[in-house]
């Protein structure tokens, strides 16, 4: 039994040093660390006890050796990961504002990074979670299918399909995206946006709107709005819940949505009571928040209660 099941791109990540240098302008660099939204994700839940693994792809270089050294340490099963031997790992950088925003270029393209393809029938039977980035979705359209596939035949079993959408900006660039999401929404029992992500994929105006929209689907189960700062609510057919943030001196924000939805899920997966698991979530998010690069945090079962309980 796989408590989750990711399958999206893995790249490494070169960060700005400091914030308000673009990234047009000769200035320092810092990294590489491990990163794509689906590695911080999975690598989040696997430190929190759960059984992991992850569908995607590496260049047989050292900066897959970044990726796959960290994954397998913190125990990801990295068996379905692909090794190209001739093309190089995908690479994000990045750089921050003042104002909290950031921006990315990303060399993913032409990379193992979205060459992986679904699994055969028969090589996972069973699953309780697969989670899907929409960044993964936007990153190729071969590979979008391919995560179709996955999501198709895992549905099929009984697997959850949860669903973060994780809009980058950067890699919007093809309206074919609404009609692979639509496709994702209809098979999602967790689905976990941010308010303009929400919007854009109920095509509403209003959350009381989208909300409603979401839960049209019958697979629909949790909706967890995420808001920042302003911490998240709980939708569910039964009720609304707001959970609050746990407050650290962030030194880097990027990742903490990500181990959000890894810590969520963990808390599923254990057992957890909704609203416990949003907790789990929120304070994983925290402390990624708090450590400077995409899945740096100190995120373990005893620092996530320890962040719980203390505050």
Do not use: W
Not at 70 to 81: A, M
Not at 115 to 129: I, Q
Not at 142 to 171: H, V, W, Y
């Amino acid at each position: 039994m796989l408590d989750i099941l990711v399958m999206g791109e893995m790249l490494v990540e070169v960060m700005r040093t400091k914030e308000d240098a673009q990234l047009y302008e000769p200035d320092l660099f810092k990294g590489p660390f491990p990163s794509g939204a689906p590695a911080i994700c999975i690598d989040a839940a696997a430190r929190l006890g759960c059984k992991t693994a992850l569908i995607g792809g590496v260049g047989k270089d050292d900066f897959g050796k970044c990726l796959l050294d960290r994954l397998k340490k913190d125990g990801v099963d990295c068996s379905h990961i692909i090794e190209s031997e001739e093309k190089a790992t995908g690479v994000a950088f990045v750089t921050y504002f003042g104002d909290g925003s950031r921006k990315f270029i990303y060399h993913m393209g032409n990379t193992p990074a979205v060459e992986a393809k679904a699994p055969k029938s028969g090589e996972f039977t069973d699953v309780k979670f697969m989670h899907i980035m929409g960044c993964s979705l936007m990153a190729n359209k071969e590979f979008a299918q391919e995560i179709l596939k996955t999501m198709r035949m895992l549905a099929k079993a009984g697997t959850k399909i949860s669903f973060d959408p994780n809009i980058r900006k950067e890699l919007f660039t093809d309206s074919s995206i609404h009609k692979v999401i639509k496709e994702v929404m209809d098979n999602t029992s967790i689905f976990l946006p941010g308010v303009e992500e929400l919007l854009m994929t109920s095509g509403q105006a209003t959350i009381e709107d989208a909300v409603k929209k979401c839960f049209e689907s019958p697979r629909m189960e949790i909706l967890i709005l995420k808001n920042g700062s302003k911490g998240s609510t709980i939708y569910t057919r039964d009720g609304i819940k707001k959970v609050g943030v746990y407050k650290v001196k962030q030194l880097d924000a990027t990742g903490a949505g990500d181990c959000f939805d890894g810590a969520f899920l963990a808390g599923l997966v254990q057992g957890k009571e909704i609203e416990e698991a949003a907790k789990m979530g929120a304070a994983a998010g925290a402390l990624n928040a708090a450590a400077f690069g995409p899945m740096e945090g100190d995120i373990t079962p005893d620092t996530v209660r320890n962040m719980i309980e203390n505050n």
